[in-house]
C-alpha cells in the first residue's frame, strides 16, 4: 500500500479506472476483490452497530464502558448536531466530521447512557449531516447568532472552533475526481483546483477506484469563473 499526502499545494495526478469492491486491509496489507459491487461488495461490507444504538445495545454483550462525550456540533451557515463519542477522541471525531464549531455539552460513564442522552436530543436536533450539506456550506462561515442562540439552551463544559487551513469565496464544484492542486480537507471532502476551477471531493466516492497515473480525461464541469 502507498498512502498520499492531501497536505495544502501536493498535486494530484490521477486518473479513474474501472471500479469494483475495494476488498480489505488487514495488518498484512491489501486484499483486493474483483466483484462489481462497489465500494464493498457482501462479503467485504460491515455495519457499525454501535452507530444505530439508541441505549440499548445491539451486540451479544455491551462493551462501551469507556467515558463518553455528549456534543454539538455546528456545519456552515447554520445546521446543528448532536452526538457522542469517545471523550479521549472528541477532537480528532469532531475534526473527522469536518464541523466548523463545536461544544461539548456533558461526559457520561458508558456509551449506553450516552446514547440514551443522544436520542432524546435527536428529537429536536438531527443526528445525522449528509456529505451534501456540508459541501454546500465549504465557503460560507457559521451563524454566530445562530449558534449562540442554541448553546443558550445548555450550558457546555467546553466549546470549539476549528480552522482546516483554506477558505473559499464561492461554492465549488461537486465532482469524482483524483487530480488537481490540493486546497485542503475538510472532514472526508477533498478540495482541489483544477484548470482555474475548484472541485469538492466526497472521498468516499473515491473507493474502489482503480487509480492511472495521469490526468483525468474526462470533461469536467467548469465554474464561470475559470473562463474570466
Not at 469536518?98 to 461544544?103: F, L
Amino acid at each position: 500500500m502507498e498512502y498520499l499526502s492531501l497536505d495544502a499545494g501536493d498535486e494530484l495526478t490521477y486518473r479513474l479506472d474501472s471500479r469494483h469492491c475495494a476488498g480489505t486491509i488487514a495488518d498484512e496489507g491489501h486484499y483486493g476483490c474483483e466483484n462489481d459491487d462497489a465500494p464493498y461488495c457482501e462479503y467485504h461490507r460491515s455495519t457499525w452497530v454501535c452507530a444505530r444504538c439508541k441505549g440499548t445495545c445491539l451486540k451479544d454483550e455491551m462493551d462501551c464502558f469507556d467515558d463518553h462525550a455528549i456534543y454539538l456540533a455546528a456545519f456552515a451557515p447554520d445546521v446543528f448536531k448532536v452526538g457522542v463519542t469517545k471523550e479521549w477522541r472528541l477532537d480528532t471525531r469532531l475534526r473527522e466530521q469536518g464541523a466548523d464549531r463545536a461544544a461539548h455539552l456533558r461526559t457520561v460513564e458508558n456509551g449506553r447512557i450516552a446514547r440514551e442522552l443522544e436520542s432524546e436530543l435527536a428529537r429536536e436536533l438531527t443526528d445525522r449531516v449528509r456529505v451534501p450539506t456540508k459541501q454546500a456550506g465549504l465557503h460560507l462561515r457559521v451563524d454566530a447568532e445562530k449558534w449562540a442562540s442554541l448553546l443558550a439552551e445548555f450550558d457546555p463544559f467546553d466549546t470549539f472552533e476549528f480552522d482546516y487551513g483554506f477558505s473559499l469565496d464561492s461554492r465549488p464544484m461537486g465532482e469524482t475526481m483524483a487530480a488537481g492542486r490540493v486546497v485542503g480537507t475538510k472532514g472526508r471532502l477533498l478540495v482541489l483546483d483544477n484548470a482555474g476551477t475548484t472541485y469538492a471531493v466526497d472521498m468516499r466516492d473515491l473507493v474502489g477506484y482503480e487509480l492511472r497515473e495521469g490526468d483525468s480525461d474526462r470533461n469536467l464541469q467548469s465554474s464561470l469563473g475559470a473562463f474570466e
